[in-house]
Structures are given as C-alpha cells and as structure tokens.
C-alpha cells in the first residue's frame, strides 16, 4: 500500500525546484493540507512545499492522493482545487512521512494537532480533562534530530501557552547538543485562523495574523516570511511580545467564541419560555457595533477549536504556569456547551409522549457547522446517540457527507430520496443554507399528518411555520411557540 | 424653596405653543433630562415639551434649575448646552412636578428608574437580590389617572421583560374603568441606549432604535412618533413582534455586555501570572471581525445598567414567566463584576506587607467611566471602602467631580495641585484619558522613591512603564511584570 517517498524522490523533487526555499509542513489535516498549497502559491516568493505527515494507514492514503494529484479533503472553496492544480503544474509540492524532508526545509511549520482528553458522563457533563503533550514533543524531537542549523520552526498548532519557550525550545536545543551543535535557527509563533468552508484559502491568505518569535529575530525572521506567503499589505500583520502572548491569544479568542455561545444557551429557554423569538431580537442587538458579536441560539456547538481551547488554557495556567485557579468560567463554558443538545433532546422527548422506541426521525445535516462537511465534535452526534439509545430509527442527511465516521453510518446526500418515506419526526440539526427557503421540505412536511417539527437553528421563516403549523406541530429552539 | 408650577402655567407654555403637539416626559435624570432636549428640538417636527418628575427635594431642584437656565447635568457633550439654549430660546420646553402635564400630553415617555435592590456582604458576594414595580407601578398610575383617550405610552425605561403587557397595559385600562372610560391609546416600548459622554445627545438621535407595542397600531403610532424626533434615515429602526421582545432584547444587550467583561477577569489573572501584556493581546484579538467586542481587562464596572440588568432579566424569568432556573450565568456575571475591585485591593495589599493603616494614598478617577463624570456603582467605591476600612488616608481625584456623593468626600478636579504633596501609593482607577501620556505624572513618579503604583487600566505605556520603574514599583492589572 505504501508508495514510500525515498530520500532520492526528495532530492529529485528539490532539484527539479533548484533555487526555490523549501518550505516542510509538518501535518497534512484540515490546517496542514491547505497551508501547504498557500506555500507552494506564494505572494512574493514560491516554496518548494514539502507536507509531512506520520506513516500510519490513514495519513499514507493521504500522502498518496496527494501525489496522485487528488486532494483529500472535499471544499465548497473552488480556491482549493485551483492552488492544487497550479502547484501540479509548477511540480512544487510533494507528500512524504519521510522526515529526511525536514533536513532540507528552510522554514518547518508544525501544523499538528495538540489534543485534549476530555472525560465525559453520557450526559456528557465534564469528568475531567488531560493534555498530553507526548506526541507533540515526539514531532518537534523529529524535526531537531535533523533540521538545518539555521531553520525556521514556525508553530501554528493551538498549544497550551507557555508552549515554545517551555517545550519547543529546550527539545531542539538539547537536540543539537545531541547532535554536538549549537542551534542557530528561529522558533516563532503564528498561529491560523483557518475556516474550513468557501473561504478555505482566504482564511489563511487573506487575513489577519498574529506573531511572535522566541527571541527578537527569530521574530522578525516569522515576519518576513510570512510577508511572502500572506497578502499582509490589505491584512496587516500584528507582533505580539513574545510567545506565549501569542500562544494565549489563540486560546483566548477560541474561547471568547466558546463563552458567548455557552451565553446564550440560558437566554435561548428564556426567550422560549416567554414567547420570544430571540434570532430578532438578537438581530436587533447586532445593529449596534459593540454589540455584533453576540450569538444566536442553536443546537449547540462543534468543531475542534471551540470545544476544547479554553481547557488547553486552563490546563496551562495551572500547569505550566503553577496557578492553583483554573480558568473556572471557560471551562464552564465549554461544559454548557458540550451539553447543549440536551435541550433538543429533552424537547423531543417532551414531544413525544408515548415514547422514542421505533419511531422513524429525519435528521437533517450531521454536520457542526453550515454548509461544510465536516463532524468533528458535531452536537448531532449527542443528540443522534440520544436518540438511538431511546430505539429510534435514524435516517442522516447532509449535503455534504455521504458517511459520518464517528457513528459508523451512511448518510444520504440526496435531499429527494429522503422524502420517499414517511418519518414521525423531522429535527433540522445543521443550518445549512439547502434547508432555507426549502419549498420541497415545507411541502413534504404539510402533506403529512401529527408530525413534530423540531427546528434547532431558526431556519424555518414565520410564513413557513405557520404552514408547518397547519396540520403538524413544530418548535424552534430559541423561540416562543408559534 | 418649591418654585410650583401651577395648573395655570403649563396652561400659558401650551398657549404660547398653540398648535405644536404636547410630549411629557415621565423622569429627569440621566435619560429623560437629554431626551426632553431632543424632543424639543425635533428632526422634522417640533414638540412642546414638559418634563415632570417627583416633588421630591433633589427633583425640584432640578427642575427649578432647568426653568431657570440651568441644565443639571454636566456634560462633555457641547450639543446638550447647545440644543437646552435652543429649546430657551423656542420657550418650548417646560420643567415640573405638576401631573397635570399628563392630561395635556398627546405623548407621555416613560425615562424613570427601576431599580434592583441587591443584598451583598461586605466582599460584594451577592446574597439576593429583589426586583420591586410599586414605585414604577404608582408612576404609571398617575398617568392613567389623566391622560388623553388617545394618548401614546412610550416606556423607555428599563424594564423586566413582560412588563408593558403584564404591568403597564392593565394599570393604565383600569385607571381608565375608574374613569368610566375606555383606552383608546397605544402602549409602545422603545429602549433607550444613552451614554452620558461627549456623544450624549446623539446616543439618542443619531443611533439605531428597536421598537415594538403592545397591538399592531401601537407599534405604528410609536414608529411614526420615532421618526420625528431620531434619524432614521441613517439609522433604521428595527420593530420587534411584541413588547416582550424589546424589553428583552435590551436586558440581554446589557448582559451580553456585563458577561464579556467578567470573562475577561480571569484571563486577566492568567495574563499576570504568565507575564503576558492582555493589553497588546486582546488589541491584536479585536483585528478579526468576529471578536471586536471583546473586552480590556480593568478594574471593574459601574453605571446604572451592566450592574442589575441581568438580575432584572433573571428576575422576570422566574417572576413573570414562572421559569423554576434564573439566569445562572448571567447573575453569575454581575458577581464577577461586582467583586472585581476585590483583585486591585488585593494587590495593593501584597505590596504593602508593613500594611495600609496611616498610607497615603492617592486615588486617580472616581468615575465609573473614563471621561464622564458619573460615580453611579462606580468600582472604584468597593476599592476605596477597602482602603478606607483598613486606614489608609485617601486623596481623590477626578477631573470631572468635585464631590463624591456616595461617600460624602471632597474630590479634586485640579491634577498639579495633587501632586504638591507625598504619597505611599497611587492608584489610577479610571482610565480618564487625562491620565495617558501625561508627562507630569510619570515626571512625579520619577522623583519618588519606593513609591507604589497599580494601573489598574493598562493607561500607562511600555515607555512609561520603564521610567516609573526606574526607583519605584509598578504593577498593572492583566499585564504581567515589566
């Protein structure tokens, strides 16, 4: 199965791009992969972009694909295609998990994950949490063992502030003791602000950045190169003090985020408990500018940012910073959070008196986010093992998937197939932009009798739920009955 | 003392106003006072405007003063000066505590207070809190007791969400039973979003209105009474489907508000236990769009509104709305902030191991705001009962008060006369911009030895911070050591 890039490969591909920088990326996910193709689609400088990723089963088939001249990961973004295409033809980009790719990289991005082990009830209220850094320490190991003396090692994973200087640092240095040298290069911090979705590329291209750099020039090395591959003329750059500043303000971004829609959650019960629709009132309050980041209702939140940055912060603070107070509020957050599809849940089954057992539920979108194809951490996922676990039978579309790994199932990408059969309940549990303004949905539903409706994300209009309303029931999380 | 505005006198202003349309505003303080000027002087018509309050001692006051030529807020807006000579000079704008002023109103705008009376210990830990009507009920009263058939109620007052249908619309058709008469009027709820500041009087013309009533043609009557007086034309006004739907949206604004800021107390805490400038980070945080409304780290929040509106919110949920859960999270909020001024003194402390008792301290700003004179809940209050209780002396300034009522202190508004004497410590506790870059203080400072300073709003910059360190020592809140 393994089509092994050996060293020789490396040398061809570099001496087919003599004269070009070689650019290593380390990881080659959601981040990595599309990181690459800004590399080898430069600004003002093209790399030799080189992804490395580890040889395990998974990232081998990706590395091949890649090679193949396949991307491997579906974009609503024609971007994507487009830079893949023009980084074949300019044969500037290679996939390996030979990490002799790092010995002739000039600059190394590390585009890893860093992972929270969080232990949850079924209810999925917070046991606890962990962060292991082994892996991590293993990747940055990999890279010392080899790398130029005078590389740049630039982090973009989300880490534990405190990261670069307290881990990244003493792991190449002491490398190169190993080595018998003295490292000479650059560590900096620049972490992304990747959004998977139609502006795939621009999120990394076009958009701000923040850096930082262990040391002076090691910050200042961080910031001539990203001038070269980021349009930092309309997106101007920002330097932060040192790394962990930036390293923080990652974290603390995400959970900002993650706080503001754990805010809502309780106004989301109030609003139906008052008979408000809060997404107008909440659109009301968007017109003030101190105001337009408040969030609307919903099924809750997912994605692998939001859902456990604020406890890579809070983990952190009390560790590597000895702090004896966790981030008390931003945990809580994240727990508000996790257990937000509770609420769809509980309002389900209050809508079904006689019980889940057998019946059939259409679930619409699987995914966390709209319009993308993506279930990392998806609320769906609770609410849909919720709902298997009372013995109902699920039919899953989404647009965008045709399989959603983490429960093993098919799902339907074909929105008129799902509506041959008969469902006792329909829940809407991704806002995609396809179940807006849906006539065909809105039809099915009143050519049917006594069924629940159960809108997580406000997408049904006021006209159309009282067409809903004419034969069948219907509730919207965050909104007064109709 | 009491200057009565007799029956006859409103009488003779409506005479000399024959043919204007008469509006009342309910409430002369920080709301009503201002938006009385803006609707005497209209966009596209002209009112006769009477402004009534209490006859208490400190409303007569007021209102003798405001028919004397006197406008009783200070202000660093020029257009409130400007826009009271105006309503002078057109003689069309009136000042009494004769309710009779309501019979005569084709309009009646509801600005007086609903406070929250809030049982804390001596920490601020908030032990309860209760939210009590008979004050605004007896107010509204007194309009039903006399106003026209077909008089227009505006509440723009603050407001437990329920309170137009459940309070205001009952009391007012019943004043009208005793009357033998039948409402024919219309009931409209239109939040105010006033800040006291150099913007004073466009907060209310030039901003974005959300609007709604208690029955269609209520709304109607009080978007067409809007537009008279606010521009709409720049500034679209936004109806909501019922009153319950304002007046929550604009509790929820606010505890959008108080929840942002209490987030960013214990990243605050973090920033300084990692030796990271949150300053600098949340600057470089508020590039991206979606996270502009994050906030700086401080010493706390005061003002009339942040500091109860989600208690008034949690409130009606359990009240009105018979929910059994509050608003955790947000009550929680208003604790975070309540106690914040606990982390500065806590500080102060830790630099004075021989203890406060006979230190001479000076406090810079009083005020709840920077650039405001406005002591209402201000957080330097809990600081300074803090310093106070443990002996310290107090010298107070603030460039835009020169008495602080809520402790019954003298305040200084001269800077240089401040620093002709000896200090332990210095306190900037509001971020008054005539504190930034001001030389004579870093100059002071530079000539102490041993002094003591906490910016407790990031006021002073690197530069400065490097000098002041020279001989003393300097801490700021959410930055870590220089």
Redesign the interface.
């Known amino acids: 199965m393994i089509e092994a890039i050996d060293s020789q490969q490396i040398d061809d591909f570099l001496s087919k791009n003599a004269g070009k920088k070689v650019v290593a990326v380390q990881g080659l996910g959601f981040v990595g992969a599309v990181m690459s193709l800004v590399c080898a689609n430069g600004i003002s400088e093209e790399y030799a972009v080189i992804g490395v990723d580890l040889p395990t089963e998974e990232a081998i088939t990706k590395i091949n694909a890649l090679n193949n001249g396949e991307f491997p990961i579906a974009s609503s973004d024609p971007k994507v295609q487009e830079y893949f295409e023009k980084s074949r033809q300019k044969s500037n980009f290679l996939a390996t998990h030979n990490t002799y790719a790092y010995k002739k990289a000039d600059v190394i991005i590390i585009d890893i994950n860093l992972d929270v082990a969080k232990v949850s009830d079924e209810e999925k209220e917070l046991q606890s949490y962990d962060v292991s850094l082994s892996g991590f320490k293993k990747a940055i190991q990999s890279i010392g063992e080899v790398c130029k003396l005078n590389v740049l090692i630039l982090v973009e994973t989300t880490v534990p502030?405190?990261t670069c200087q307290f881990v990244v640092k003493p792991i190449i240095e002491e490398e190169f003791e190993k080595r018998g040298l003295s490292f000479d290069g650059f560590i900096g911090h620049s972490y992304e602000?990747v959004m998977p979705g139609p502006k795939y590329i621009d999120s990394i291209q076009n958009f701000?950045r923040?850096y930082s750099g262990v040391d002076e020039r090691s910050a200042d090395r961080v910031e001539s190169f990203l001038k070269t591959i980021i349009r930092t003329d309309e997106y101007p750059l920002?330097r932060?003090?040192?790394t962990?500043?930036?390293e923080?303000?990652k974290v603390?971004?995400n959970?900002?985020?993650a706080?503001?829609i754990?805010?809502i959650?309780?106004?989301s019960?109030?609003?139906e408990?008052?008979?408000?629709?809060?997404y107008?009132?909440?659109?009301?309050?968007r017109?003030?500018?101190?105001?337009?980041?408040?969030m609307m209702p919903g099924l809750g939140v997912g994605g692998y940012c939001l859902t456990k940055d604020p406890l890579l912060?809070s983990w952190?603070?009390q560790t590597l910073?000895?702090?004896n107070?966790p981030?008390?509020?931003?945990e809580?957050a994240v727990q508000?959070n996790d257990q937000m599809p509770l609420r769809a849940f509980e309002i389900i089954e209050e809508n079904t008196p006689e019980g889940l057992a057998g019946k059939d539920i259409l679930v619409l979108g699987v995914s966390y986010l709209n319009d993308v194809g993506d279930t990392r951490y998806t609320p769906v996922e609770l609410l849909s093992r919720k709902l298997l676990r009372s013995k109902a039978n699920l039919s899953l579309h989404d647009p965008f998937l045709g399989y959603w790994e983490e429960l093993e199932r098919a799902v339907e990408t074909n929105f008129g197939k799902m509506l041959e059969r008969d469902y006792d309940l329909i829940v809407v549990s991704t806002a995609h932009s396809a179940y807006r303004n849906n006539a065909q949905l809105v039809d099915y539903i009143r050519s049917k009798k006594n069924l629940f409706v159960l809108d997580c994300w406000g997408v049904f209009s006021l006209d159309e739920l009282i067409l809903i309303k004419e034969n069948n029931r219907v509730k919207v999380i965050g909104r007064g009955d109709i």
Chains 1, 2 share one sequence.
């Open positions: 502030p405190g602000r701000y923040v920002t932060l003090s040192n962990h500043a930036t923080m303000a603390l971004e959970s900002f985020r706080m503001n754990s805010f959650q309780e106004w019960n109030y609003a408990e008052a008979g408000v629709n809060l107008e009132v909440i659109q009301a309050i017109m003030r500018p101190t105001h337009k980041n408040i912060a952190s603070k910073f000895k702090s107070d981030l008390t509020n931003s809580k508000v």
